[in-house]
């Protein structure tokens, strides 16, 4: 798994011309170091005296921002493995009326389960950049700044998310299916943009 190996490794192979990891391992990425950014602002709160009143809240923020970081993470390999099986499936012979039809049903199979994985990743990243707006609203103000980045993170990876649900439904005959999954894409990405304006304009009245 390439959360478990060396940053570099994810690197070097990302700039290669392997086809996997790409934009939507990456956007998984982006959407995780958002969430743990808000993690840190949570943890530099954490135990001070100063902060007593939202000692709960911060508890409670904690602990989705951590759950968040986990499946944003989870899901930088799982792209790279739908990626392998569509891929196969693009790979599959069409020799034969038969095997078209065969290769056809496996392909429009494997782009359902494809979009999934940047779906979810952009209603993570929304829920991301919800607790980015809380903590930079109660948070330690010494770590307001990274409240700030973990919106401008969540918000780029939706928006690349986005990118990669629209390349694969593009292709999808299902357009019942096209239809509600872009349209929840449309609403998160307001969302975000919304909580980015919002987090962002809090963040620079607090560093003054």
């Known amino acids: 798994m390439y959360i478990e190996k060396p940053m570099i490794v994810f690197l070097d192979r990302l700039a290669s011309r392997s086809p996997e990891p790409g934009g939507g391992?990456?956007?998984?990425?982006?959407?995780?170091?958002?969430?743990?950014?808000?993690?840190?602002?949570?943890?530099?709160?954490?135990?001070?005296?100063?902060?007593?009143?939202?000692?709960?809240?911060?508890?409670?923020?904690?602990?989705?921002?951590?759950?968040?970081?986990?499946?944003?993470?989870?899901l930088i390999q799982k792209d790279t493995q739908v990626y392998a099986e569509l891929s196969a499936a693009f790979k599959m012979p069409r020799d034969t009326e038969e095997e078209k039809a065969k290769r056809e049903k496996k392909v429009q199979e494997a782009l359902l389960i494809a979009t999934e994985v940047p779906f979810q990743v952009a209603e993570k990243c929304l829920e991301v950049?919800?607790?980015?707006?809380?903590?930079?609203?109660?948070?330690?103000?010494?770590?307001?700044?990274?409240?700030?980045v973990a919106v401008l993170l969540a918000e780029s990876a939706a928006q690349s998310a986005a990118l990669n649900v629209k390349i694969n439904i593009n292709s999808i005959k299902d357009a019942d299916f096209c239809e509600k999954k872009w349209n929840r894409i449309q609403e998160i990405l307001k969302e975000t943009g919304e909580l980015r304006e919002r987090v962002m304009r809090i963040t620079y009245e607090k560093l003054g």
């Open 129 to 148: 950049a919800r607790l980015s707006q809380t903590a930079a609203e109660i948070g330690n103000v010494g770590a307001v700044s990274d409240a700030g």
């Open 25 to 74: 391992s990456v956007s998984a990425l982006v959407g995780a170091l958002g969430a743990a950014l808000v993690s840190m602002v949570g943890n530099l709160t954490l135990g001070k005296e100063k902060y007593a009143q939202v000692q709960g809240q911060i508890e409670e923020l904690l602990k989705a921002s951590e759950l968040l970081r986990s499946e944003l993470q989870d």
